[in-house]
């Protein structure tokens, strides 16, 4: 699936597609039947972009930025995740977490200078969050 993507000047644009099966709840009444516990299949978009490749060839390995999402999340509770002590694991504050998952992870385990333009986040068929930190929006 091909997702609109912020203009940029890098030469290359690399997105990731991955699915992770979690469940979380909303602790607040006012969500209504998402306080209760339930699950999702999500499907998440990472798109990351650069001008400099590493020694392999590589912008960012797709298996690292997979293991990194998958490690955290998949088959967990999201509520469970550290990132979720003191805010409720919604689609919107999920996709701002792997954001900074990706982003912490290129400016400190990548040798070339990455940026991490957007993160899509799908947490049904017909519902979708697309998080840019502000500097791409």
Same mark, same amino acid.
């Given at each position: 699936m091909f ?8 030469q290359?644009e690399?997105n !990731?597609d &991955?699915?992770?099966s *979690?469940?979380? %709840? ?10 209760r +516990?339930?699950?999702h299949t999500?499907h998440?978009n990472?798109t990351?972009?650069?001008d400099t490749l590493?020694?392999l060839?590589f912008?960012?390995?797709?298996s690292?930025? !997979?293991? &990194?999402?998958?490690? *955290?999340?998949? %088959?967990?509770?999201i509520n469970?995740?550290?990132a979720?002590?003191? +805010?409720?694991?919604?689609s ?8 900074d ?5 290129i400016q400190t385990e990548q040798?070339?200078?990455?940026r ?5 986040l799908r947490e049904?068929?017909?519902s979708?969050v697309?998080y ?6």
């Amino acid at each position: 699936m091909f997702y609109q993507t912020p203009e940029h000047n890098y030469q290359y644009e690399l997105n !990731k597609d &991955l699915n992770f099966s *979690a469940a979380h %709840h909303i602790p607040d009444e006012r969500a209504g039947k998402c306080s209760r +516990i339930h699950g999702h299949t999500y499907h998440v978009n990472i798109t990351v972009a650069g001008d400099t490749l590493d020694e392999l060839g590589f912008l960012v390995n797709f298996s690292a930025l !997979k293991g &990194l999402i998958m490690d *955290a999340f998949d %088959h967990r509770l999201i509520n469970d995740h550290e990132a979720f002590k003191d +805010i409720p694991p919604t689609s919107e504050t999920l996709s701002k977490v792997i954001y900074d998952m990706v982003d912490h992870f290129i400016q400190t385990e990548q040798p070339n200078d990455l940026r991490c333009l957007q993160i899509i986040l799908r947490e049904t068929p017909t519902s979708y969050v697309v998080y840019r930190p502000k500097e791409y929006r």
